[in-house]
């Protein structure tokens, strides 16, 4: 079956980065494109981007451009995303989803000094 | 960005009972390509957010046909018939006609 599996919770600096993984098993990786999602605590959903990992085409949302960066390494089926420049405002749950269907547990980071 | 408006924002419901969902958008959501890519998630709590219904009224594999969706262009619902425990939860309605893709605010579903 379709598993996302992501990497532990984060607890990082104000000014950092961090990089979560999003492991995919059950499927031909390269077939489908991973989307990276944000929920800040008790509120709602917002779409950070998509990577392809068989081209390794990546599209932002404009709101996130220079603050996330994916990439995968298709030995390993699995897909990463860089935050950086941390500031409160990134604390939240970040999920990965095989497109519109399938959804990793959710990684949750937290920035505080 | 299109702006997806989802009311009522929270819902109270007797067991076994029926209720429904709505959720605006901003602007038409049916692609050049002739489909409406208008999705329903049910986020339990403390889950990742789960599939129910694709392209407006499609349910997805597993989902109980308690669930329906319906609407076209600007305007959908999300009918939940014969409500179980296990369908409590925040809904949202999800957009990916339009780039980039935009969720509804949230539909909180609690017993009466």
């Known amino acids: 079956q379709v598993q996302l599996q992501q990497s532990g919770a984060e607890l990082v600096k104000p000014g950092s980065s961090v990089k979560m993984s999003c492991k995919a098993s059950?499927?031909?990786?390269?077939?489908?494109?991973i989307y990276w999602i944000k929920q800040r605590p008790g509120q709602g959903l917002e779409w950070i981007g998509r990577i392809g990992p068989g081209s390794g085409d990546t599209n932002y949302n404009e709101k996130f451009k220079g603050k996330a960066t994916f990439t995968v390494d298709k030995s390993s089926s699995t897909a990463y995303m860089q935050l950086s420049s941390l500031t409160p405002e990134d604390t939240a749950v970040y999920y990965c989803?095989?497109?519109?269907?399938?959804w990793g547990q959710g990684v949750m980071v937290t920035v505080s000094s | 960005d299109v702006v997806m408006t989802q009311t009522p924002v929270s819902l109270s419901v007797s067991l076994g009972g029926q209720t429904s969902i709505s959720c605006r958008s901003s602007?038409?959501?049916?692609?050049?390509?002739?489909?409406?890519?208008l999705y329903w998630y049910l986020q339990k709590p403390g889950q990742s957010p789960q599939l129910l219904i694709y392209k407006v009224s499609n349910r997805f594999s597993g989902v109980p046909d308690r669930f329906s969706g319906s609407g076209s262009g600007t305007d959908f619902t999300l009918k939940i018939s014969r409500v179980e425990p296990e369908d409590l939860g925040v809904y949202y309605c999800y957009q990916g006609t339009h780039y980039p893709p935009t969720f509804g605010g949230g539909t909180k579903l609690e017993l009466k």
């Open positions: 989803a095989r497109e519109r269907v399938y």
């Open positions: 059950g499927y031909t990786f390269t077939s489908y494109y």
């Open positions: 602007q038409s959501l049916v692609h050049s390509d002739g489909n409406t890519y």
